[in-house]
């Protein structure tokens, strides 16, 4: 059995340690306001996937809350790591107010602990199920392309701009830090070398180094790809891929404006949330080592189709598709999280069909043939109306016409599947006042967002009240 080989320990400064917990947790990155051998699960997660930090005397929104580690704590720790299995080297230090534990990426996957087997998922440890062991672990894979580096490719070649975009969009105020100690806290550095999810996302002309790296989005006119009237290449960052995309699904879907209290919202034909986790999970699971190929968004009269290269990942099945979380790029996964435009869990084919329904329109179609290709399908002809006529008293609700458009979407089918939703949420809060979100996920099917989002529209319809703390407290459902 080949053994893992003990990597030279590389302590890290205070610096580093505060440029890391102003990034906040991530797929290298967990806080941990105590010690606690429960720690052993975030051991085996990090080791299972790219090794990472653990910093103990952190809460989860980053503030230091201290903690100080005795000769005893760190016996313990190394203890909980040698009774992993393979027994992993972990690295405990003191830096400042904060102990850090290095993890490093292990070369004997899988590794597990007493309570199984681990894995990070964005700023989260999860539990493996039999399923993703077997998809994850059943061949040691080689070198990702988000992993490696190119030759002639420098810190010369690194846009600052596009660091200062990217920070500035993830929230996250690095002050004076250098280029190298924020790349390199991102871990798309290896070896003083830039590793291509680096690349893909900072680079001053992506398109230069990786050739491959653009999107095409298309407007169609009719239901075949005969006439195209909007096109739109994109050969650049991956940050910039995305806003682009959304802007030009945005430009070429009819919305209706409805108006709420005094403030006008406008709520396009198809979800933008279902469209945008569909871009997002197709720029994260891209084969970027296909050349000649092209991330395409085709909007057509009667849908919207967006397809990537490359498929499934290696060893997900038709299946367990939808049900199993696995990353093709680890890393460029990562830093869409840090930019808020994924969930800490993979649930992005479970959004996308909620967000279809609330709206009350078909369920998208996933296929795959070599490529992974995402359908949403536009509303018919015969559930589209203009909005002065008034079916059914809209006007009188407060929907009018938006400027763009004249033309407005059926709320029927929509408002009943959402008032369905309600019902039962206050049905299960009735039951049980101290019902967490999670549960009532759990429970209805939705996602923690679809549940928080349902709740805050009960609460402005004043149907439902949150009395005393979030943690503590209860429901309380008025009038029930």
């Given at each position: 059995m080949k053994k893992q080989v003990r990597k030279k320990k590389n302590d890290i400064d205070s610096k580093r340690v505060k440029l890391l917990i102003r990034e906040g947790e991530s797929l290298t990155v967990e806080f941990k306001e105590k010690y606690t051998s429960k720690i052993d699960e975030d051991i085996v997660a990090f080791s299972n996937t790219k090794g990472g930090f653990i910093f103990l005397?952190?809460?989860?929104?980053?503030?230091?809350?201290?903690?100080?580690?005795?000769?005893?704590m760190k016996g313990n720790i190394n203890s909980l790591a040698r009774n992993c299995k393979p027994d992993i080297p972990v690295n405990a230090m003191q830096v400042g107010d904060v102990v850090v534990i290095e993890v490093p990426e292990g070369n004997e996957k899988p590794y597990y602990c007493g309570s199984g087997?681990?894995?990070?998922?964005?700023?989260?440890?999860?539990?493996?199920?039999?399923?993703?062991?077997r998809i994850m672990f059943s061949e040691n894979e080689v070198m990702p392309f988000e992993e490696k580096t190119?030759?002639?490719?420098?810190?010369?070649?690194?846009?600052r701009e596009k660091i200062i975009a990217f920070t500035k969009e993830a929230g996250i105020n690095i002050g004076r830090i250098s280029t190298v100690d924020f790349l390199k806290s991102l871990r798309v550095v290896n070896d003083s070398k830039i590793k291509n999810a680096g690349v893909l996302f900072f680079a001053k002309e992506v398109q230069k180094h990786i050739s491959q790296a653009q999107m095409t989005l298309i407007a169609f006119k009719g239901t075949k790809?005969?006439?195209?009237?909007?096109?739109?290449d994109v050969r650049d960052d991956l940050l910039t891929q995305f806003n682009e995309a959304i802007f030009f699904i945005k430009k070429h879907l009819n919305i209706r404006s409805e108006i709420k209290g005094v403030n006008r919202e406008d709520i396009y034909e198809i979800p933008i949330e279902a469209l945008r986790e569909a871009v997002v999970n197709a720029l994260m699971h891209r084969d970027y080592s296909v050349r000649g190929t092209s991330l395409m968004v085709e909007i057509f009269d009667d849908r919207v189709e967006i397809t990537n290269p490359g498929g499934l990942p290696k060893g997900l099945t038709r299946d367990s598709f939808g049900s199993v979380s696995i990353r093709r790029n680890e890393l460029i996964a990562d830093l869409?999280?840090?930019?808020?435009?994924?969930?800490?869990?993979?649930?992005?084919?479970?959004?996308?069909?909620?967000?279809?329904?609330?709206?009350?329109?078909?369920?998208?179609?996933?296929?795959?043939?070599?490529?992974?290709?995402?359908?949403?399908?536009?509303?018919?002809k015969e559930d589209i109306f203009p909005a002065r006529e008034g079916v059914d008293g809209l006007v009188e609700k407060g929907i009018e016409d938006s400027e763009t458009t004249p033309l407005v979407t059926s709320l029927k089918t929509r408002e009943n599947v959402r008032e369905k939703t309600r019902e039962k949420i206050i049905k299960l809060i009735k039951e049980n006042p101290k019902i967490t979100t999670k549960e009532l996920a759990d429970k209805t099917g939705l996602s923690v967002k679809g549940v928080e989002w349902n709740i805050k529209e009960l609460k402005d319809k004043g149907l439902l009240r949150r009395i005393g703390a979030d943690r503590g407290g209860y429901w309380e459902v008025v009038g029930g």
């Open positions: 005397g952190v809460s989860d929104n980053g503030m230091v809350k201290g903690e100080k580690l005795t000769n005893e087997y681990f894995r990070r998922l964005n700023g989260n440890s999860q539990k493996m199920n039999h399923e993703e062991i190119l030759r002639d490719f420098s810190y010369d070649n690194i846009s790809k005969l006439h195209i009237f909007d096109r739109l869409f999280y840090r930019l808020d435009k994924v969930e800490r869990i993979g649930m992005g084919i479970q959004q996308m069909k909620e967000a279809m329904a609330l709206a009350g329109l078909k369920e998208p179609v996933f296929e795959t043939d070599g490529f992974f290709r995402a359908v949403f399908f536009r509303p018919k």
